[in-house]
């Protein structure tokens, strides 16, 4: 945790200058960063500023923080991730890998290969979409919270929503068997579509390739998902 992510609940004086933190962000200062009264922590405020917090008081049930949030939080990639349907565990490290990255819309999306008993993933729940995409935002200091959507039809989804998202930025889909490298350094937004195991079915190539995308490849081996979104972001930004 490289930022403790402060919530408007947080704070408990009118001049909202001073927060009290409980559970595992309490047990982390106090058992990882082995903090004492007058010790400093980075703090930022969840879609806010960030800042300091100074250790006030030490308390069986919470921890107080004299805390001065003035700075803004770091710039988001201008990458758009869709994003096929991965295994429960990969899907957690996908969410928490993007979120660390700047990525600030993430689209979970059906496609053919996607197996149909990942839908019923408690994973796929608010709540615990939310809780990977806060420890993404703490790993990397960041506090701004990624939109994240579910489309679970590939075609309505491709010839409906996709041609307003990919405006004005590059649109790409990797695709192993691609005969062209992924650009660097783009100058423009990516929006960057990655299929699940296996990859995306030629038909779905076939949709995307008509709206705009362009099938692109990373290098002559096979990568897992959670391995090709960080290869692909640090080749195009």
Sequence with gaps: ??????????????????????????????????????????????????????VTAVDPLYLELSVDLSL?????????????LPRTKVLKRCLETATALGIKKIVILESWRVEKSYWTSPVLSPEVIREHLLLGLEQSGDTALPIVEIRRRFKPFA????PALIRGARALV??????IDCPFRSELP??????????????????????????VTLCKRILRVEQAIP??????F
């Design 190 to 215: 990516v929006v960057l579509a990655i299929g699940p195991e296996g990859g995306f079915i030629p038909y779905e190539i076939d949709l995307l390739t008509g709206i705009g995308f362009l099938p």
């Design 159 to 162: 010839e409906d929503e996709l």
């Design 72 to 84: 803004p939080p770091p710039e988001p990639l201008p990458l758009t991730l869709i994003l096929a």
């Design 1 to 54: 945790m490289n930022l403790i992510i402060l919530f408007e609940s947080d704070f408990c004086t009118p001049d909202r200058s001073t927060v009290r933190l409980t559970g595992r962000r309490r047990e982390h200062a106090l058992s990882v960063c082995r903090i004492v009264t007058g010790d400093t922590l980075r703090v930022g405020l969840l879609n806010g500023a960030i800042g300091t917090g100074t």
């Design 231 to 236: 290869a692909f972001a640090g080749r195009l």
């Design 174 to 179: 990797g695709h192993p068997a691609a005969g």
